[in-house]
């Protein structure tokens, strides 16, 4: 899903082995397959944007303000504002067209980024809140130096959502199935509070000194609130991509 694919460019670009200071733009491209019961492979472009300047920073769509720092961990409060899982009827397959667009959500958070100091592995902590519910993730990498060009990123997150949250983008109102007779929806479906955990590998090559090409894979597996709503497809997603960034 975008989204997903979205959240991987602000990794590419919090992960960046580029100083900080600097100021990066970008573009590139994403594939998944669909959560939802809709065509079975998407693309997308995705936005590389890696900007600090003084406490505020912009990674992907997300902007923020750090009002901590040290050398071992920061914290920040940010707003996203392409948050959730949009979908619209008319992308889904015959059957389930009629069901209403879910849409992206503005949600405002805070996060924690942090060294554990066990083998240099980092972490990342954040909550974030919208108008359809909220969000919370945990996530662990590693930056490994292959030589002075090549990073290695490996991580592993895990994501919850609120009962609001999964019921707005996968449950499934009485008026969306009782919309249509020859509908595939004949009952309603409230999604619960939910959870997703998954892991993912990107790898940063230094062109030249302000240029870098990321690429990434991840995968990702969500709880049965999700995967057992009628207009869900499956349980797991699959994300792959990459792209290139000018730094100045």
């Known amino acids: 899903m975008k989204k997903i694919l979205i959240g991987l460019?602000?990794?590419?670009?919090?992960?960046?082995?580029?100083?900080?200071?600097?100021?990066?733009?970008?573009?590139?491209?994403?594939v998944s397959n669909n959560l939802y019961k809709g065509d079975k492979t998407?693309?997308?472009?995705?936005?590389?944007?890696?900007?600090?300047y003084g406490n505020f920073y912009?990674?992907?769509?997300?902007?923020?303000y750090r009002f901590y720092k040290n050398d071992k961990f920061s914290t920040s409060i940010y707003i996203d504002?392409?948050?959730?899982?949009p979908i619209k009827g008319k992308d889904m397959k015959n059957g389930y067209k009629n069901i209403d667009d879910r849409d992206f959500q503005v949600m405002g958070g805070i996060r924690l980024d942090a060294e554990t100091g066990i083998y240099g592995i980092r972490t990342g902590l954040?909550?974030?809140?919208?108008?359809?519910?909220?969000?919370?993730r945990a996530s662990l990498y590693k930056m490994y130096f292959a030589n002075n060009k090549l990073t290695i990123i490996p991580g592993i997150h895990f994501r919850g959502f609120s009962k609001h949250y999964t019921d707005y983008y996968f449950g499934v109102t009485s008026?969306?199935?009782?919309?249509?007779?020859?509908?595939?929806?004949?009952?309603?479906?409230?999604?619960?509070?939910?959870?997703?955990?998954?892991?993912?590998?990107?790898?940063?090559?230094k062109l030249t000194e302000n240029i870098s090409v990321d690429s990434f894979f991840g995968i990702e597996k969500f709880s049965s609130d999700i995967?057992?709503?009628?207009?869900?497809?499956?349980?797991?997603?699959y994300m792959i991509g990459g792209g290139i960034k000018y730094f100045f």
């Open 58 to 64: 912009l990674k992907a769509a997300t902007l923020g």
């Open 42 to 52: 998407l693309a997308y472009p995705i936005p590389l944007l890696d900007v600090d």
């Open 9 to 30: 460019a602000a990794i590419l670009a919090s992960t960046t082995v580029f100083a900080e200071n600097r100021y990066g733009i970008g573009i590139g491209a994403g």
């Open 175 to 205: 008026k969306e199935a009782e919309r249509s007779s020859r509908d595939n929806l004949k009952n309603e479906y409230k999604g619960g509070t939910a959870y997703s955990y998954g892991a993912v590998l990107t790898l940063d090559y």
């Open 126 to 136: 954040n909550a974030q809140f919208g108008e359809h519910g909220a969000e919370g």
């Open 227 to 237: 995967s057992d709503s009628p207009i869900v497809e499956r349980d797991w997603m």
């Open 81 to 85: 504002p392409l948050a959730g899982f």
